[in-house]
């Protein structure tokens, strides 16, 4: 993997964070805008902070812009780095790991059954200081469903900010299985395990170009659960967090030597 692309290939971004899956979002509708009309200075930024903005468009979205197809970073962040990849850093604060609050916002379906589910696989990880904590109120994170329009593809979920966790997840109902038939609870767990991967820092795992390897992680985890859309079957099928993931975790979030500050 590594960290800079480990498992999932993470990548920091001063740190900035590479890791694997997630479902790409084809269609942002509504507050969106074509990749021609994103400036050239933001894309320059998006790339330097070590996303890909050649292979997936970018997509204009109130507050900011998502990449790779269902990664949100919002305009402060982008506008925040100067280029010094020491003084930005895409994971979370060590402390803050420790407790991420998570509120479940969406509802009696197939989705808000598999919230506990996509929790889990992450917090089953031993050897990491990383707990993910659902919570009714006072949330860090809050998963709700989209809005008709709001975006395309399965889900979307918000990149961390100077060692902040992103605060949001939007999960989409209307987008079905690859079968055509309803996602299932299982695997709408996937997909937030996914989402909960980019909210803490993981990119997706095919993005090897702007990662640095991490010594035993796989450079090409194709079990990661933060695969990206472009083959979507991994997440879907998904058992749990694959063996680099939970590597890559590992280094990312623990007392001894992790990446977090």
């Not at 109130?62 to 994971?91: H, R």
Request: overall charge negative.
């Amino acid at each position: 993997m590594k960290i800079l692309k480990f498992s999932m290939l993470i990548l920091i971004a001063t740190s900035i964070v590479h890791c694997t899956n997630d479902v790409e979002n084809d269609a942002l509708q509504e507050n969106s805008i074509n990749q021609d009309e994103v400036s050239p200075e933001v894309l320059t930024k998006l790339e330097s902070m070590g996303f890909d903005v050649r292979q997936i468009p970018v997509k204009a979205k109130k507050g900011g812009y998502i990449v790779g197809g269902d990664i949100f970073i919002t305009d402060e962040a982008v506008q925040q780095y100067t280029g010094d990849k020491q003084a930005f850093f895409s994971i979370v604060d060590c402390d803050r790991a420790r407790s991420i609050r998570i509120q479940n916002d969406l509802g009696n379906n197939a989705a808000g059954r598999g919230f506990r589910r996509g929790l889990n696989l992450w917090n089953t990880v031993n050897g990491t200081t990383l707990e993910l904590i659902p919570v009714t109120n006072n949330p860090d994170i809050v998963v709700r469903l989209s809005e008709p329009g709001e975006i395309g593809g399965w889900g979307l979920g918000e990149f961390p900010t100077n060692g902040v966790e992103g605060g949001l997840i939007i999960l989409n109902l209307n987008e079905p299985s690859l079968d055509g038939d309803p996602v299932t609870s299982r695997e709408w767990s996937n997909i937030l395990a996914h989402e909960i991967g980019h909210n803490i820092g993981f990119l997706h795992a095919e993005q090897g170009i702007f990662g640095t390897q991490i010594p035993g992680t796989p450079i090409n985890d194709t079990r990661s659960i933060m695969t990206s859309g472009s083959n979507p079957s991994v997440v879907f099928n998904a058992r749990r967090v694959s063996n680099g993931d939970r590597r890559a975790l590992r280094l990312m979030y623990n007392d001894n030597n992790g990446f977090c500050q």
